[in-house]
């Protein structure tokens, strides 16, 4: 009877220690790598405090713009101003959001960042040198610029300060640097197209290739840049690949486009690089860039021929200065001595 009561008391020792080992295991297992989706941005109606006086209705056009860039660039579904303004006004909110009611703004569309934004600049100037009834001279120039402010929708219910993710100023600047010539005072295509500017459908194809449009993308670029060291985690689309579900460039006039912009490493000094990309090659300054170097050579498994190459990268700089249309100072923030001159540069860019 002794022996038994001993064999018992083992076996319910021994069963305790195996469940105390397999929790340990457990406890202390690698955990599954969690893999984050696309995050969901919400763009709320900006306050329009530009002095803009055409047909446009910049506070939804400008935000719009935006969310559709955000979408055709990132791994990113952004929720557009209109599909606010209208639940908005489904429960009795119209106009600009209140930031006490964000949070309930993004809980209905699931949207982990809102972006507010208020509007300071947006104008389109024409400079002509002229006497009438003789040629003359003419150029344009366009500015578009805007505050804002990114939230985290999460933090919001908490503390409105430790959700602001960040904030600052988004800018685009145009000057035309060819002068058009006017002959005895009669208007030229690009005098007519001033003239009807606001009359193009905003984000079209050629209200992209006007100043403004071309200052509205700059400014689009200089957000996207700030947004990414916002949300470390936004993630760039692939050349060719299909853009967002909630994208508004397949649902609306906006005419954007997705291509890769390729440049060189030129110099290296220490920590700086000069880079054959500027300030006509929609980059920005804080925009980072990865850096590649050449790979081995890839193969065809029957001909062996060579079909190219693989490239392999090497690190990651951001851009500092603009110092021409062709050329800018940049810090290497990734690859300390294993950047080199002659390396390429790649980034991802919407137009």
């Given at each position: 009877m002794a022996r038994m009561k001993f064999d018992r008391v083992a076996a319910v020792v021994?069963?305790?220690?195996?469940?105390?080992?397999?929790?340990?295991?457990?406890?202390?297992?690698?955990?599954?790598?969690?893999?984050?989706?696309?995050?969901v941005i919400l763009f709320a109606p900006f306050v329009d405090e530009s002095e803009f006086s055409g047909k446009w209705k910049l506070s939804e056009v400008v935000p719009q713009f935006l969310s559709a860039y955000i979408s055709e660039k990132y791994h990113a579904s952004s929720i557009p101003p209109a599909s606010v303004q209208i639940?908005?006004?489904?429960?009795?909110?119209?106009?600009?959001?209140?930031?006490?009611?964000?949070?309930?703004?993004?809980?209905?569309?699931?949207?982990?960042?809102?972006?507010?934004?208020?509007?300071?600049?947006?104008?389109?100037?024409?400079?002509?040198?002229?006497?009438?009834?003789?040629a003359g001279y003419e150029s344009f120039s366009a500015e578009v610029g805007f505050s804002y402010k990114i939230y985290d929708a999460q933090k919001l219910p908490m503390d409105v300060d430790r959700a602001l993710l960040s904030d600052g100023v988004a800018a685009g600047k145009v000057r035309?640097?060819?002068?058009?010539?006017?002959?005895?005072?009669?208007?030229?295509?690009?005098?007519?197209?001033?003239?009807?500017?606001?009359?193009?459908?905003?984000?079209?194809?050629?209200?992209?290739?006007?100043?403004?449009?071309?200052?509205?993308?700059?400014t689009a670029v200089d957000f996207a840049s700030k947004l990414e060291q916002a949300i470390v985690h936004l993630q760039l689309r692939e050349i060719g690949g299909a853009g967002s579900a909630a994208s508004?460039?397949?649902?609306?006039?906006?005419?954007?486009?997705?291509?890769?912009?390729?440049?060189?490493?030129?110099?290296?000094?220490?920590?700086?690089?000069?880079?054959?990309?500027?300030?006509?090659?929609?980059?920005?300054v804080g925009q980072r860039l990865p850096v590649y170097s050449k790979g081995e050579q890839l193969r065809d498994p029957n001909t062996h021929a060579v079909l190219g190459e693989s490239d392999r990268r090497v690190g990651e700089v951001q851009i500092m200065e603009l110092r021409a249309p062709h050329l800018s100072l940049a810090v290497i923030i990734q690859g300390v001595g294993l950047i080199a001159p002659r390396q390429k540069v790649r980034v991802n860019v919407v137009r």
């Open positions: 021994l069963l305790a220690v195996l469940l105390i080992s397999g929790k340990g295991i457990a406890q202390n297992a690698p955990a599954k790598p969690v893999v984050e989706s696309d995050p639940f908005g006004e489904t429960i009795g909110v119209t106009g600009i959001i209140p930031v006490a009611m964000l949070e309930r703004f993004a809980s209905h569309f699931r949207a982990r960042y809102v972006v507010t934004a208020m509007i300071t600049e947006f104008s389109i100037g024409r400079f002509i040198v002229a006497e009438q009834d003789l035309d640097r060819a002068l058009g010539i006017t002959l005895f005072g009669k208007q030229t295509d690009r005098t007519n197209q001033y003239l009807t500017l606001d009359e193009l459908p905003f984000g079209g194809e050629r209200f992209n290739k006007t100043v403004i449009g071309e200052a509205m993308a700059r508004l460039a397949r649902d609306t006039s906006f005419a954007l486009h997705r291509k890769q912009l390729n440049g060189e490493v030129l110099v290296v000094d220490s920590l700086e690089v000069f880079i054959n990309l500027g300030s006509d090659d929609d980059v920005v």
